[in-house]
């Protein structure tokens, strides 16, 4: 199965500043979801996005998805040093299928 | 309640080996996976099991092999372990249709 691609692979910025991580995908989609994994941890999921939506937020978390484009992006705003972590956007093929993409390393830095 | 839990966290073996990894997860979800991520955290997909049946197999060899006793359980046992298994092997759930996964802890595996 084809996956996704996250740009950047890596990213180092200092707390307060935001992150934009942004995630390419080749398929048509029902939905696109955003993953967290902290150092030595599983992956906690983060935000669900439906195809027909263009935009959703959670607290300091916004998706975007342009269909047309394949994409979507990730934005935290206000990081914190809590947010460092790799980020993975992964989107579900057929019925029970969810590939993921290489994933962007997030640093922040107090 | 830990939703998805796997055991042991670390394994260390040699080569030639076989090896079991344990997943249960108590959110009475019909999915669930086997991933491997290498060194570079990419996230393989290796089975899927939905209702007990294999419905996945992402041309892993066949020294790996998913039991499922039940739906709340996915084991993974591996024969012949190579020094190329090392990696940290992650259980998953989900119910399906695309909702969101959940995932255990992983399982660091280091073949020596």
């Known amino acids: 199965s084809q996956q996704g691609e996250e740009d950047p692979q890596a990213l180092s910025i200092q707390e307060g500043e935001n992150a934009t991580m942004n995630c390419s995908y080749k398929?048509?989609?029902?939905?696109l979801q955003w993953y967290r994994q902290n150092s030595g941890r599983g992956l906690v999921h983060l935000i669900l996005?439906?195809?027909?939506?263009r935009e959703k937020h959670s607290g300091r978390l916004r998706v975007t998805l342009d269909t047309s484009k394949k994409s979507s992006s990730l934005l935290i705003t206000a990081s914190r040093a809590a947010d460092t972590a790799s980020y993975f956007c992964?989107?579900?093929?057929?019925?029970?299928?969810?590939?993921f993409g290489k994933g962007t390393m997030l640093l922040v830095s107090p | 309640d830990t939703a998805v839990s796997q055991t042991p966290k670390y394994l260390v073996t040699q080569m030639g080996n076989d090896k079991s990894i344990k997943c249960e997860q108590n959110?009475?979800?019909?999915?669930m996976y086997w991933y491997k991520q290498d060194s570079k955290k990419f996230l393989k997909i290796m089975f899927s099991?939905?209702?007990?049946?294999?419905?996945i197999n992402e041309t892993v060899p066949n020294r790996f092999s998913p039991k499922s006793p039940d739906k709340a359980h996915l084991n993974l046992h591996i024969n012949s372990l190579e020094l190329g298994d090392s990696a940290v092997y992650f259980c998953?759930?989900?119910?399906?249709?695309?909702?969101?996964?959940?995932f255990g802890q992983g399982t660091r595996l280091t073949v020596v």
């Open positions: 992964a989107r579900p093929e057929g019925y029970s299928t969810l590939t």
């Open positions: 398929t048509s989609i029902n939905n």
């Open positions: 996005i439906r195809s027909n939506e």
């Open positions: 959110l009475g979800h019909d999915t």
């Open positions: 099991y939905n209702n007990k049946e294999l419905i």
């Open positions: 998953a759930s989900l119910q399906g249709g695309g909702t969101e996964a959940f």
